[in-house]
């Protein structure tokens, strides 16, 4: 199957840091990516959807100004957090998509856990 | 009400034990089914797909009853690597993913 690699796995930062996320489909052209969160002992909860070179958009609750998403080309999206807090803390993961509207496959990266401190 | 709702768990069973995941979904419009297992600290992983007159894959069995708006997911002789957490995921075509809550499954020696 496909493969999307997240970079970093993991990262512990200071309350205040940015940190940026990076989303890479290996071998297909991603017209969409997914952020997720996922908080311990809770299921993956949407953030926001990307496509290829648009604004990203957001799921309600979530601080665009906050999480920063670039999707600039086809392969590559990139979720900042900036000055990030403790309740940032959590497992984020992101997907990708070949095919605009999205059906029926995405595609996992392995997660990034950002601990902040 | 939740978009997905999920069995809470956990579910603890022997090797060897048939168990069933339920799962109820509120959009109407919904029209692609899937089931995920999530191993800990990792991401999820597509298990099957869910059609309107059910499939099986090995030992999984996956139900869809659109008129119910209800998913299940059989597993026989479970085995200890079946240990995860499986999730519900619902799209509605065009838009996102979503999750439900997940249920925890033990297989226990």
């Known amino acids: 199957g496909a493969v999307v690699s997240q970079h970093p796995s993991r990262v512990i930062c200071k309350s205040g840091t940015s940190v940026k996320i990076e989303c890479r489909s290996l071998d297909f052209q991603a017209t969409t990516m997914f952020w997720y969160r996922q908080f311990p002992k809770q299921s993956l909860m949407l953030m926001a959807t990307?496509?290829?070179?648009?604004?990203?958009?957001?799921e309600q609750g979530v601080e665009k100004d906050k999480f920063l998403i670039n999707h600039a080309s086809l392969t590559l999206s990139t979720l900042t957090v900036t000055s990030a807090h403790p309740e940032d803390s959590s497992f984020y993961i992101c997907?990708?998509?070949?095919?605009?509207?999205?059906?029926?496959?995405?595609?996992f990266g392995p997660g990034t856990r950002l601990l902040v401190l | 009400r939740k978009e997905v709702e999920q069995d809470p768990g956990p579910f603890n069973v022997p090797e060897g034990a048939t168990v069933a995941f339920n799962c109820t979904y509120s959009n109407s419009a919904s029209q692609s089914f899937f089931w995920y297992r999530q191993d800990c600290r990792k991401e999820p992983k597509l298990l099957m797909s869910v059609y309107s007159s059910g499939n099986e894959d090995g030992r999984f069995t996956a139900q869809l009853n659109r008129a119910s708006q209800y998913i299940s997911l059989l597993i026989r002789d479970s085995k200890l690597s079946d240990s995860a957490t499986y999730l519900c995921v619902v799209n509605v075509y065009g838009q996102n993913f979503v999750f439900g809550p997940g249920t925890r499954l033990s297989v226990l020696p």
């Open positions: 997907s990708a998509s070949d095919r605009r509207p999205v059906q029926e496959t995405q595609y």
């Open positions: 990307s496509n290829e070179g648009s604004k990203a958009t957001y």
